[in-house]
T-cell receptor
Framework: RKEVEQDPGPFNVPEGATVAFNCTYS??????FFWYRQDCRKEPKLLMS???SGNEDGRFTAQLNRASQYISLLIRDSKLSDSATYLC???????????????FGKGTKLSVKP | SQTIHQWPATLVQPVGSPLSLECTVE??????LYWYRQAAGRGLQLLFY??????ISSEVPQNLSASRPQDRQFILSSKKLLLSDSGFYLC???????????FGQGTRLTVV
């Protein structure tokens, strides 16, 4: 089983649609969780952290279910500018106290069409 | 504020040539530093990480190496490039455990 798995996509949706991204992780020792956005040929950029209580930032809502080892991202009222690849990221504790390793999913590409 | 610089942005190198990619971080001290590679159509693969000067850990066997000669400098090297080394190389830094990573703009390497 891969450490972080995401929907393979791509997702092609019209403007205004609601889009849901799903992600599962295999290591129960994972301690923090993120969604990153990567535009074509650019570096990944943090979209939002994911907390057990769930968190919302405008049109974006992230949820974490530790029991199921499942993470989700919901985008409401999608815009053309939301077109990008969305990466699910899990932080695993390292062998030394202060070091964490980020494990990335392969990403799900989203294309929002007019 | 913290910034991370990575260069060059693009690089075309012949098979068998050496490689040196440099990454520097400003505005923080003792960061955890990382080198990732993203091959075409694939996810990010962690290559090396460093928790301090001279401390390098390798995640995958390969013909690449990394060094950290200064606190905020991280270098990725190869003595002889292979075609399979082509990809998008990303340097990143983190405060530590449970924190997010911040990425440099990446180097797109094509080995020909």
């Amino acid at each position: 089983r891969k450490e972080v798995e995401q929907d393979p996509g791509p997702f092609n949706v019209p403007e205004g649609a609601t889009v849901a991204f799903n992600c599962t992780y295999s290591n129960s020792a994972s301690q923090s969780f993120f969604w990153y956005r990567q535009d074509c040929r650019k570096e990944p950029k943090l979209l939002m952290s994911v907390y057990s209580s769930g968190n919302e930032d405008g049109r974006f809502t992230a949820q974490l279910n530790r029991a199921s080892q499942y993470i989700s991202l919901l985008i409401r009222d999608s815009k053309l500018s939301d077109s990008a690849t969305y990466l699910c990221v899990v932080n695993l504790p390292g062998s030394r106290g202060s070091q964490g390793n980020l494990i990335f999913g392969k990403g799900t590409k989203l294309s929002v069409k007019p | 504020s913290q910034t991370i610089h990575q260069w060059p942005a693009t690089l075309v190198q012949p098979v068998g040539s050496p490689l040196s990619l440099e990454c520097t971080v400003e505005g923080t001290s003792n960061p955890n530093l990382y080198w990732y590679r993203q091959a075409a159509g694939r996810g990010l693969q962690l290559l090396f990480y460093s928790v301090g000067i001279g401390q390098i850990s390798s995640e995958v066997p390969q013909n690449l190496s990394a060094s950290r000669p200064q606190d905020r400098q991280f270098i990725l090297s190869s003595k002889k490039l292979l075609l399979s080394d082509s990809g998008f190389y990303l340097c990143a830094w983190m405060w530590g455990l449970n924190t997010e990573a911040f990425f440099g703009q990446g180097t797109r390497l094509t080995v020909v």
